[in-house]
């Protein structure tokens, strides 16, 4: 294996920047060389220019769905083609959504979402545990899925006959969770409430795109988030909100917060940037836009960036589900409830939240602990994933802070038809990735391969603390 020198950059971790040089042997970080320090880099490593550069962490989005089937067909990125354009975007982790058929085994699930990663991902790669058919049996297997690696458990209050599970089974599945060290994340929205209100635009003629949004309002989310909130404190379980939208919800989970409660939740650069008035476009335009919960109105923007600055939100990841206008949005025409939910996104998440830093909103530390550091910690992949630190998985990214390029189908690598950001102009990019010490992207060409991206079997719930034990711990024998 070959060594690497990062030299000439800024390092930026969650703690901090400071000018460092970062020496790589083989797959791991070994050490952070002051710059003209005593310590010497070895004869002959392969050395990369970070002058006038940040040196991060590689981004990690724990909120992925891959080849997701969906509203009658599947998300359109594979695991291949997905996670080169995350690479391409400077995340080298994502933590996807394997699903529990209904009827079926936890495992089952598993098994198949395994089968269409292992050897297809140019980065690493965990999985989550959507639970669609909460049984005695499913609720028996959590406890085997957690000492594989699958530490988090993701339930739905939306999608009535799909995914979703009732105050009951939730509760089940949190009592399960609280027993066995893993984290709850909940998709809130009152699907039986939105249901109703999807049935009564449907029959009084109104089809259009624009309905997604008016019929899943933001107070179902908020209620929604309340329930699971209360519902994790009787189950004595950790909580994260995925995919949070919406100043109510984020009130519930500052709330609970502030009382001291083990509830965490992510946002979403759609949530960020995106305007309602998006799904409004003219004719069927605006199903580019359609996902649950919806993108909302500004003033919901404004909150979630605060919520990114004061804590309350602790991470940004993507829910990037793709799906083509042509052949699969399209499969909703007429019928807004027939448009596969989601939107594509897994590029460009540390540009987008980059935007936060170039607007004063966010630190350069805060940048990389809301798209590495935090979800690294939360989901049991911290400090071999989201540090720096000696020891840790060579996974970086050497990012341009001055670069200035317009996000479009046309440039970007994600397998789908439009960028829900077309001519959006950010300033920042990414220069070089490194995945577990191999470079991947080297000024916009993909240099890595497919199947180099490995399994990380995840640490058990462990807060936002730094573990002493645990499968992804530095230094564990
Ligand atoms: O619209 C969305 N979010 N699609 C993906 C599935 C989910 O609920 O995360
Ligand atoms: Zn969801
Ligand atoms: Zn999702």
């Known amino acids: 294996m070959s060594t690497l020198l990062v030299e000439g950059g800024t390092v930026v971790t969650a703690s901090g920047a400071q000018r460092a040089d970062v020496l790589v042997d083989g797959e791991q970080v070994v050490a952070l060389l002051a710059p003209g320090g005593p310590a010497r880099p070895p004869e002959g490593c392969r050395r990369i220019d970070a002058t006038g550069k940040l040196v991060v962490p590689g981004g990690i989005d724990v909120h992925t769905h891959m080849e997701m089937p969906f509203g009658g067909t599947r998300s359109a990125d594979t695991f291949s083609s997905g996670t080169r354009a995350a690479a391409h975007g400077g995340t080298t982790t994502i933590v996807d959504f394997a699903i529990q058929p209904r009827g079926g085994s936890a495992r089952e699930g598993l098994e198949t979402w395994a089968a269409r990663a292992e050897g297809h991902c140019a980065i690493d790669f965990g999985f989550h545990m959507i639970l669609s058919d909460v049984t005695e049996p499913v609720l028996k297997e959590m406890p085997g899925l957690v000492d594989d690696g699958v530490t988090s458990f993701k339930l739905f ?13 939730i509760l089940r599945a949190m009592q399960t969770a609280a027993g066995c060290g893993a984290l709850v994340m909940m998709h809130a929205e009152n ?77 979403c650069p759609q949530y960020l940037f995106l305007d309602e008035a998006l799904m409004a476009a003219p004719g ?84 990389v602990e809301l798209t590495s550091t935090a979800p690294a910690r939360l989901f049991g992949m911290y400090p071999k994933k989201g540090s720096l630190l000696p020891g840790a998985d060579a996974d970086l990214v050497v990012y341009d802070p001055d670069r200035r ?33 191999e470079v991947v992207v080297e000024h916009g060409e993909f240099t890595g391969t497919e199947g180099h991206g490995r399994f990380v079997p995840r640490a058990p719930f462990g807060g936002l603390d730094v573990p002493a034990r645990g499968p992804n711990a530095v230094g564990r024998p």
């Not at 209050?157 to 089974?169: E, I, N, R, T």
């Not at 107070?219 to 988030?225: K, P």
């Not at 409830?337 to 980059?354: A, C, F, Q, T, W």
Request: net charge negative; hydrophobic share 40%; glycine share 12%.
């Open 157 to 169: 209050m939306a999608y009535p006959g799909v995914f979703y599970s009732d105050d009951g089974q």
């Open 284 to 367: 069927f335009e605006g199903a580019k836009y359609v996902c649950s919960p919806p993108i909302r109105a500004r003033a919901h923007h404004e909150a979630l960036w605060r919520g990114l600055g004061t804590g309350d939100l602790s991470v940004v990841s993507t829910d990037h589900c793709p799906f083509c206008m042509k052949d699969q949005k399209e499969l909703g025409r007429g019928d807004f409830s027939k448009i596969p939910n989601g939107l594509p996104g897994v590029e460009h998440r540390m540009d987008l939240v980059y935007q936060g830093v170039v607007d004063g909103r966010l630190s350069l530390a805060r940048w």
């Open 405 to 437: 390029h317009t996000l479009s189908a046309s440039s970007h690598h994600m397998a789908v038809d439009y960028s829900a950001y077309e001519g959006t102009e950010v300033t920042g990019g990414v220069d070089v990735v490194v995945s577990r010490g």
């Open 191 to 267: 699907g039986i409430a939105i249901d109703v209100l999807v049935s009564q635009a449907l029959a009084r003629g109104a089809g259009d795109p624009r309905m997604h949004g008016e019929t899943r309002p933001s107070v179902l989310e908020g209620e929604a988030t309340h329930r699971a909130v209360v519902l994790a404190g009787v189950a004595g379980c950790p909580l994260y909100i995925v995919h949070l939208s919406a100043t109510e919800a984020l009130a519930e989970v500052a709330a609970a917060r502030d009382a001291g409660r083990q509830v965490f939740a992510e946002t």
